[in-house]
């Protein structure tokens, strides 16, 4: 591993980046969430990052024995963070601990391809989306997931909280839809044929609910 001549870059050799998160609490840190041979097989690695005077600095890592495909922080302690993986299990991890996972929640039958941590304050949920055409709602502080989503006919490729509207999250899939969710709600509250072809992501406009 080593910095890239004036690209302000980090190297991370043999992995191939899905996903990089800056910490809602530390400038300049970023997590990366990393897979061997493009995700289709070997291990995964949390590669936690850091920018300071000397340049992008590695601060931690931790390894899983499946590609690692998105990672988000928790808004409530600024050392834990959420891995989704090809094995269809989440990975909670604490940057405190020498090594991890702290818990492992494995229900998805696919690959868990999505996950994001709610950013409205009063609640702390997190939402995980998957190949098996389900969104999943977890509680960090409960071992089994709350509530599964169901209604996506194709991979659910993104998932990801309004951070505005508590309890509402959107979700995008190889269906060709993107689709609203109220966890109030069993059902689907708005498809939108947004698409002629898979949609792989989606996002909330921050300014206008």
């Known amino acids: 591993m080593g910095t890239a001549a004036g690209a302000g870059a980090l190297r991370l050799p043999g992995l191939h980046g899905y996903a990089v998160e800056f910490s809602p609490y530390c400038p ?20 936690v990052l850091e920018q300071n005077e000397a340049g992008i600095v590695l601060l931690r890592s931790f390894d899983w024995n499946d590609g690692l495909f ?16 090809g094995d269809g299990s989440l990975q909670i991890w604490d940057m405190a601990k020498t090594k991890g996972p702290l818990q492992v929640y494995k229900e998805h ?7 994001d941590w709610s950013q409205t304050r009063g609640e702390q949920l997190v939402v995980s ?26 991979v659910v490729y993104s998932t990801i909280w309004s951070p505005h509207i508590p309890g509402c999250f959107a979700s995008a ?8 969710w109220d966890v109030k709600t069993p059902g689907v509250k708005l498809v939108i044929p ?5 949609v792989l992501s989606c996002d909330w406009c921050k300014y206008d609910e």
């Not at 039958?109 to 996950?115: D, F, G, Q």
């Not at 055409?133 to 709350?146: C, F, I, N, R």
């Open 173 to 180: 899939s190889g269906d060709q839809t993107l689709r609203i």
């Open 109 to 115: 039958t696919l690959e868990a391809y999505s996950v």
């Open 28 to 47: 300049g840190r970023v997590a990366c969430a990393a897979a061997q041979y493009y995700g289709m097989a070997g291990c995964g690695t949390l590669a």
């Open 70 to 85: 998105d990672v988000t922080w928790s808004e409530n302690n600024e050392n834990v963070l959420i891995t989704c993986s």
């Open 129 to 154: 989306g998957s190949w098996d055409q389900t969104a999943k709602l977890w509680d960090p502080a409960v071992g089994k997931s709350l509530c599964t989503f169901k209604g996506h006919e194709g």
């Open 194 to 198: 947004a698409h002629q072809a898979e």
